[in-house]
């Protein structure tokens, strides 16, 4: 099947800080992708769909200017997390549609623990 | 969107089949259905997906009455394992965006 990739697993930063995590296809090309936030013992929230090529689409109380996201090409998005503060702490996981199946399956990446201290 | 439907969570021994049922009364024509696995602190994996009828395939059975309204995940002789949450979805059939519900947090027990 289709693979995506986060990068970093985890990551620890002070606050204020901005830090940038980056999804890839890694063997399929995906003209649209999505970030999503997971708190503890909750679901995945969707946080905006990301078009190659275009301005992302931010769902209703995601503040576009403090989680920028690019992307840039049909394998790579990335999410920059800026001026983070301690409530930005959680898992953050990013998808694609493509791979075999066309748009309609999504392919997860492994996800990517933010600590802000 | 179509807005999915699961228990919170189900305990089961090891070696039974589970089946954890979705309602997902406002399904669109061309939505598909799709069940995720996660395990804490990983991404969502992929189970099964189907449109009516049933599929199986080697992890799993999807059962999907006619009316489409509802969908069975049929998980044969779990192990411990299989300890997880698990997300019905629907949508896809072109460019959707992915909304998850609340899941089932399945436990299995010794």
């Known amino acids: 099947g289709a693979v995506v990739s986060q990068h970093p697993s985890w990551v620890i930063c002070k606050s204020g800080t901005s830090v940038k995590i980056e999804c890839r296809s890694l063997d399929f090309q995906a003209t649209t992708m999505f970030w999503y936030r997971q708190f503890p013992k909750q679901s995945l929230m969707l946080m905006a769909t990301?078009?190659?090529?275009?301005?992302?689409?931010?769902e209703q109380g995601v503040e576009k200017d403090k989680f920028l996201i690019n992307h840039a090409s049909l394998t790579l998005s990335t999410l920059t997390v800026t001026s983070a503060h301690p409530e930005d702490s959680s898992f953050y996981i990013c998808?694609?549609?493509?791979?075999?199946?066309?748009?309609?399956?999504?392919?997860f990446g492994q996800g990517t623990r933010l600590t802000v201290v | 969107l179509a807005k999915t439907t699961q228990p919170i969570s189900m305990d089961s021994y090891e070696g039974q089949e589970v089946n954890i049922t979705c309602s997902h009364n406002?399904?669109?024509?061309?939505?598909?259905i799709t069940w995720y696995q996660q395990f804490p602190s990983q991404g969502p994996r992929f189970i099964i997906q189907g449109y009516k009828t049933k599929v199986t395939n080697e992890v799993a059975s999807l059962f999907i009455p006619a009316d489409r309204k509802s969908s069975t995940l049929s998980l044969p002789r779990v192990s411990l394992s299989d300890t997880a949450v698990y997300y019905c979805?629907?949508?896809?059939?072109?460019?959707?965006?992915?909304?998850f519900g609340t899941g089932t947090k399945l436990q299995v027990i010794p």
């Open positions: 979805l629907v949508g896809g059939g072109g460019y959707q965006k992915v909304t």
């Open positions: 406002n399904i669109a024509t061309n939505d598909y």
């Open positions: 990301s078009n190659e090529g275009s301005k992302a689409t931010y």
């Open positions: 998808s694609a549609l493509g791979g075999d199946r066309g748009s309609t399956e999504a392919f």
